[in-house]
């Protein structure tokens, strides 16, 4: 089944402890992105990558780092969290970089809580 | 630098009403607008998408949406809601041919259908 897979599903940590949330597609996309989702604010944008080494950053970066070393994987790293990262996380991908189109598949999602 | 408004944070209604939900950006070249839906607790998930030709489009369940190139509009509409229909509804907008990462989305809409 094409989807794209994120863990852990829920995550309670504390201030300035690293994490990593996986990210994996298996529909030989070229474009991932992360996303965080937060009431009254809708989606916005962390980071994207159009393709294996190919990162960038989006609306709000702070704090966060990405990696695409392979091309089905897009981990969105934490160094140091802090209780405004508290969120649910959305990677999502897509196969069209080319034309402009970009019809994203999500991720169920990544319920973060840092105390 | 682009913006997508979404008009409503939240909007009730009862089952069998008519729903339109507005959406406006604010980008003047050439786009491509997307609907997606989150229902309750899941991912979100691709309602109608228009990219070119008929600026009338179908999607899923019934929606359909309206690009209105004058008005920088593109509003979700449905004859007849159902209480299954409840969920938070985003516009999103991409450039053609602009940065591919790039997809805005709105802050969302939240519909309820009272049964």
């Known amino acids: 089944e094409a989807q794209v897979t994120q863990n852990p599903r829920y995550l309670i940590t504390v201030t300035g402890k690293k994490l990593t949330v996986t990210c994996s597609q298996n529909m030989n996309h070229e474009y991932m992105s992360w996303y965080r989702q937060d009431p009254g604010l809708g989606l916005r944008q962390i980071y994207y990558s159009m393709n294996v080494e190919v990162t960038d950053k989006g609306d709000v970066p702070e704090g966060y780092k990405v990696s695409r070393k392979e091309k089905r994987n897009f981990p969105l790293i934490l160094e140091s969290p802090s209780p405004n990262q508290t969120s649910l996380y959305f990677c999502?991908?897509?196969?069209?970089?080319?034309?402009?189109?970009?019809?994203?598949?999500f991720g169920a999602g990544s319920r973060l809580t840092v105390l | 630098a682009q913006s997508v408004s979404q008009h409503n944070h939240h909007v009730i209604l009862s089952e069998a009403a008519s729903l339109e939900l507005g959406c406006n950006y604010s980008?003047?070249?050439?786009?491509?607008l997307f609907w997606y839906v989150q229902y309750p607790g899941q991912h979100l998930q691709l309602l109608l998408k228009y990219f070119s030709g008929d600026p009338l489009v179908k999607g899923i369940k019934g929606f359909e949406a309206e690009f209105i190139k004058s008005k920088f509009s593109f509003n979700l509409r449905k004859p007849s809601v159902q209480w299954s229909d409840t969920a938070e509804y985003f516009c999103a907008v991409n450039n053609y041919g602009g940065s591919q990462g790039n997809l805005i989305f709105g802050k969302g809409t939240k519909l309820s259908v009272k049964p």
């Open positions: 999502a991908s897509s196969w069209d970089r080319s034309s402009g189109a970009n019809v994203l598949t």
């Open positions: 980008y003047g070249g050439t786009v491509n």
